[in-house]
């Protein structure tokens, strides 16, 4: 069994601080377990013992897993053993190779580069952080009359007619849109527009059966009836398309950049004003998506990627759990930097993000449940050796 002792004093620490969770314990008992006939690993668990000193006295659900660690720490529990002495130059080599950390938990793992973090940093990461909750389904529908309603709010049931479509929240929090079969093909449907704030999403069901997962600060543009040749949506932000398919009525959805032109395929869009790439990224179906005198037709596992200054291009086999990880409630980042990650936190948390000195480089793999609170994935950032806190609805970075 492979561990840093990064990850082992963060288990450590979650559980004399009581609030590990099972699974979370789980793997501390299993990697004391494995440590009874590892040498190396005794020694990892002995030197992470030694430098948090818990005041709590070993002592686990498993008379197993007690008797184990006792015997690794030395009889008394203490920790201290001649062979943690004998042995400082082993430890130095596995300390200096531990840059992988492995949070379980939440699936979070997050592994960094190019500097070893520092024991102050280990330090700074333990000191008590001010906090934000995680967003939830929060949003605002705005009805062709200008009526606003806070969904977040309103009872389940219908809330509104649109001529002669239903919108209703259903109890999980979906809004869906119901055409009457009787609907004048004739008349001009209304316009309706929902919004996220920063810390919201929502899921609406289009007239069309189409499903859209919105993420946090976004919006969705589009009619109460599709009508005509096509059907067509505006989107700001970021949202998953799952597209009813009509070969008769291609589904086109709007950007700041492009348009993108479907039959019926699943898609996600990221196109936030404040990032400096457009994404769009196929999962099943085909899609066409153009923008100025760039056109493409994307197939399953690609990305279509559109700067600001309008440089295009198409990437093949993207990693489509990154991509879409948001919609499953999960913050998943492949190499991304700092400013990258803390962008989504921002919008999922509702804060602001400043830097005092220059952003940092280190870019990070990792994943962690979007039900965390803040503190929670700044602590992971700390641990990975990055100096920051939070001061109310502020992120400052160090």
């Known amino acids: 069994m492979k561990i840093s002792s990064l990850r082992l004093r963060y288990l450590f ?13 789980d793997e ?19 030197q992470v013992w030694d430098d948090l000193k818990p005041d709590a006295a070993p002592l686990f659900n498993s008379d197993k897993t007690n008797a184990i660690l ?31 950390l492995f949070f379980v938990s939440f699936g979070l793992h997050l592994y960094f580069q190019p500097n070893k973090v520092s024991q102050n940093q280990i330090v700074k990461a333990k000191s008590k952080l001010h906090d934000a909750l995680p967003g939830g389904n929060k949003a605002v529908l705005t009805l062709a009359n200008g009526k606003t309603i806070i969904l977040d709010n ?3 049931g219908t809330l509104a007619r649109q001529g002669n479509t239903l919108i209703k929240k259903a109890a999980d929090g979906q809004l869906i849109y119901n055409v009457s079969a009787l609907a004048n093909a004739n008349s001009a449907p209304s316009i309706n527009t929902i919004s996220t704030p920063r810390g919201g999403q929502y899921q609406v069901i289009l007239p069309d059966g189409t499903k859209v997962w919105l993420n946090s600060a976004s919006s969705l543009r589009f009619p109460t009836r599709f009508t005509g040749v096509s059907r067509q949506v505006e989107i700001i932000g970021e949202a998953y398309f799952e597209v009813t398919k009509n070969p008769a009525m291609p589904f086109r959805v709007k ?36 923008s100025g005198t760039f056109s493409a037709r994307l197939k399953p596992g690609q990305q279509a990627q559109i700067n600001t200054t309008g440089q295009s291009k198409v990437v093949g086999d993207v990693d489509l ?6 919609k499953n409630g999960i913050f998943q980042f492949r190499d991304a930097g700092i400013d990258v990650i803390l962008r989504q936190a921002a919008r999922w948390y509702d804060v602001d993000v400043s830097y005092k000195s220059k952003v940092p480089t280190k870019e990070f793999t990792g ?10 994935l700044l602590n992971m950032l700390k641990y990975a050796g990055i100096n920051l806190d939070i001061e109310g609805k502020n992120i400052i970075v160090f």
């Open 13 to 25: 620490d979650r559980y004399y601080n009581k609030t590990a969770t099972p699974q979370e314990q």
């Open 28 to 46: 501390l008992f299993a990697i004391i377990d494995a440590g009874a006939g590892n040498e190396e690993l005794s020694l990892l668990i002995r």
């Open 70 to 100: 006792k015997n690794i720490l030395g009889s008394d529990g203490s920790g201290t053993d001649k062979k943690t002495h004998n042995n400082i130059f082993l430890w130095a080599k596995i300390a200096s190779a531990a840059i992988v």
């Open 154 to 156: 309103a009872q389940n």
């Open 255 to 290: 950007t700041n950049r492009a348009e993108i032109e479907v039959l019926g395929t699943h898609f996600n869009v990221m196109a936030y004003d404040d990032e400096k790439t457009m994404k769009t990224t196929l999962l099943e179906g085909a899609v066409n998506i153009k």
């Open 321 to 326: 759990e990154d991509e879409i990880a948001w």
């Open 367 to 376: 994943r962690i449940s979007r039900n965390v609170k803040a503190s929670e």
